[in-house]
């Protein structure tokens, strides 16, 4: 018995900007009744680096469960960019915690040596951890640290914006030319 694979290619090109979609859709025999198998988008961008992803049970057509994606960037980035969207800005983790030692001085919470003493100048998770066992000033302050948002989430986020439209409407056309198979 063979298993049929089917890839598929969808390209965009706009303002300057392009995006090539890449479906792979393979079956599973040995499931009945429901739509598992292997389902891959993968895209290819001038947002960044490539996406991609493989589902085993998407509910309905991949292509259907692709387009209603439009209206939820935020699950797709998150499967896509694997990620909470979001990383440690190092920066501003000490920036913010210079403030909280200034406050901590002006209130007499601490000595001028102190605040010296306890002063951040860190740039990674390791400096941070070597800071935060020699500090003297601030307690508890892993609640304190800053985050900004992923560059490849915002890249992937562009995308989405600019092209998940059209790319919708074109799965969608597709999909009724090719109603049967896999959906």
Not at 2 to 16: D, H, P, Q, V
Request: charged share 25%; net charge negative.
């Amino acid at each position: 018995m063979s298993i049929e694979t089917k890839t598929e290619t969808f390209a965009f090109k706009s303002n300057g900007e392009y995006a090539i979609f890449v479906l792979v859709e393979r079956e599973n025999p040995a499931v009945v009744d429901t739509r598992g198998g292997y389902y891959m988008l993968a895209i290819e961008s001038s947002f960044g680096n490539g996406y991609a992803y493989a589902w085993s049970h998407p509910g309905k057509s991949f292509k259907q469960f692709l387009a209603d994606l439009i209206d939820d960037p935020w699950y797709v980035a998150g499967k896509m960019c694997q990620g909470d969207g979001s990383q440690v800005d190092w920066e501003k983790t000490c920036l913010h915690l210079r403030g909280l030692i200034c406050q901590s001085r002006r209130q007499g919470e601490c000595s001028a040596e102190e605040a010296r003493n306890s002063w951040p100048d860190f740039d990674s998770e390791t400096g941070y951890s070597l800071w935060l066992d020699e500090q003297t000033v601030l307690q508890d302050t892993h609640e304190e640290i800053q985050t900004s948002p992923c560059r490849r989430w915002v890249e992937f986020m562009a995308l989405h914006k600019h092209f998940w439209g059209d790319f919708a409407k074109q799965l969608l056309s597709e999909s009724k030319d090719t109603a049967g198979y896999l959906g």
